[in-house]
């Protein structure tokens, strides 16, 4: 089963910075890409950028230019460097195990469970 663990979330002020980190086992980054999406009150989960195995990324429109995805694969670890941060992008963030297509067509096709996620407020 893919389990992943969310974290690096918090309150910044609009332009600011955070950087999210995900979690999970070996067996999870060499069999998957990894996706982040996120989930603001009252809209459904979308897919935000995913990263596969042999480092080829995608990212949503919304966040292009200001998010970044890389892989620490020494550490099993995901992060997701959000940079000029906008109100827009508060939300709750996840991340999952994707399928490759991800990278090709931005389509997040996800196994595994969700986690807890990790809370982003951006204050204007």
């Known amino acids: 089963e893919v389990q992943l663990v969310e974290s690096g979330g918090g309150l910044v002020q609009a332009g600011g910075s955070l950087r999210l980190s995900c979690a999970g086992s070996?067996?999870?980054?060499?069999?998957?890409?990894i996706g982040w999406f996120r989930q603001a009150p009252g809209k459904e989960r979308e897919g935000v950028s995913c990263?596969?195995?042999?480092?080829?990324?995608y990212y949503g429109d919304s966040v292009k230019g200001r998010f970044t995805i890389s892989s620490d694969n020494d550490k099993n670890t995901v992060y997701l460097q959000m940079n000029t941060l906008k109100p827009e992008d508060t939300a709750v963030y996840y991340c999952a195990g994707v399928a490759d297509v991800c990278a090709r067509l931005g389509i997040f096709k996800y196994f595994g469970s969700w986690g807890q996620g990790t809370q982003v407020t951006v204050s204007s």
């Open positions: 070996r067996l999870t980054f060499h069999d998957y890409a």
């Open positions: 990263i596969t195995s042999d480092g080829s990324v």
